[in-house]
């Protein structure tokens, strides 16, 4: 009988062994992503949004300077002077 009294007190540790390490694996891993939170927000980073709109922005710009290079390349008519 002591034989099983020792295995029900060993199934017993590695249950709550088991328990414990699960809550503090939840610890980690919160404090963990509060730590790369707290991380991130003191860098300075653009959001998609932002980078989106100045993409479209330097697409806007660079299509009216295309115009205004082949505007600029075309031989101005020239008039006859009397």
């Given at each position: ?13 590695g ?7 699960s ?60």
């Open positions: 009988m002591a034989e099983y009294k020792f295995l029900d007190d060993l199934a017993k540790f249950n709550s062994t088991i328990t414990a390490m809550g503090m694996q939840r610890q980690v891993r919160k404090w963990a992503a509060e730590q790369f939170d707290y991380m991130i927000e003191g860098m300075d980073l653009v959001s998609r949004k932002e980078l989106d709109a100045h993409k479209a922005k330097i697409e806007e710009l660079e299509a009216r300077l295309a115009k205004l290079e082949g505007t600029a390349e075309k031989p101005a008519k020239k008039t006859k002077k009397a």
